[in-house]
């Protein structure tokens, strides 16, 4: 699995464990709601950029987005 997927899998987790939307996470993070689904879908990488938006956002360390899952490759 590449770091594209391994972003959009642990961002849809986090997002869901605080109970945000897409719309509210992209309000939060200042991106269009469709940039933040491409992301959550792996359709578009994210730059480092985004990547802190988005984890000042979710109020976590941007490398929690980026840890791979044990076992997962």
Do not use: F
């Amino acid at each position: 699995m590449d770091l594209k997927e391994v972003m959009a899998r642990n961002l849809r987790r986090i997002r869901h464990a605080k109970n945000l939307t897409q719309e509210e996470l992209a309000d939060r993070a200042g991106l269009s709601m469709r940039y933040v689904g491409a992301i959550e879908r792996g359709d578009v990488s994210a730059s480092v950029t985004v990547l802190g938006q988005i984890a000042d956002a979710l109020e976590v360390d941007p490398g929690e987005l980026l840890k791979r899952s044990v076992g997962s490759d």
